[in-house]
Antibody, heavy 120, light 106 residues
């Protein structure tokens, strides 16, 4: 069974930084693309970033490009998201999400999410 | 950016009734559309992808149709666990999600 566990969410001041982690198990991590998706409280879903199976290709939403960095360590079955220059509108639950394939951008497994709150 | 518009915002139905949810894309996306179900306090769950293909473990009462700009999710006979929020998502361009349809109990 696929299991994704996020960690690292916290209360941070505007302009601050944070690193989110996602530990994956139950599947062959190094053959699937991975993604981060967020959901502001009571709001809809926003796809933030994608990374290819070997980490060589990375994509970002315009809203976070230049501020967030996605990475992965296949030796540790782990996915990361480095958040910087945080703004109040970055407040959301951040989900680590598994691609259904090696880059189809359908999301067939989700973690439970980690809450990032940006406030002074 | 492809904008997905879901309707209605809320659907109020009784168990056993048929639910029909709509998702309209701002430009043609072929059949590159998925549907997700989300319950309070939980992460979304993939129901359908490529407009009509059921994800692993999804019951046959969930079906999808459409292509181009107009898509439909149908739940043939609502069961109590089906009352939730449903999102559509496209992958023709940078993935975007619709605003959601809440299916609530009448």
């Amino acid at each position: 069974e696929v299991h994704l566990v996020e960690s690292g969410g916290d209360l941070v001041q505007p302009g601050g930084s944070l690193r989110l982690s996602c530990s994956a198990s139950g599947f062959t991590f190094n053959i699937f693309a991975m993604h981060w998706v967020r959901q502001a409280p009571g709001k809809g879903l926003e796809h933030l970033s994608a990374i290819s199976s070997n980490g060589g290709t990375r994509h970002y939403a315009d809203s976070v490009n230049g501020r967030f960095t996605i990475s992965r360590d296949n030796s540790k079955n782990s996915l990361y998201l480095q958040l910087s220059s945080l703004r109040p509108d970055d407040t959301a639950i951040y989900y680590c999400v598994k691609d259904i394939n090696s880059g189809d951008s359908y999301f067939d497994s989700w973690g439970q999410g980690t809450l990032v709150t940006v406030s002074s | 950016e492809v904008v997905l518009t879901q309707s209605p915002a809320t659907l109020t139905l009784s168990p056993g009734e048929r639910a029909t949810l709509s998702c309209r894309a701002s430009q043609s996306i072929g059949t590159f559309l998925a549907w997700y179900q989300q319950k309070p306090g939980q992460a979304p769950r993939l129901l359908l992808y490529d407009a009509s293909k059921r994800a692993t473990g999804i019951p046959a009462r969930f079906s999808g149709s459409g292509s181009g700009t107009d898509f439909t999710l149908t739940i043939s006979s609502l069961e109590p666990p089906d009352f939730a929020v449903y999102f559509c998502q496209q992958r023709a361009n940078w993935p975007t999600f619709g605003g959601g349809t809440k299916v609530e109990i009448k």
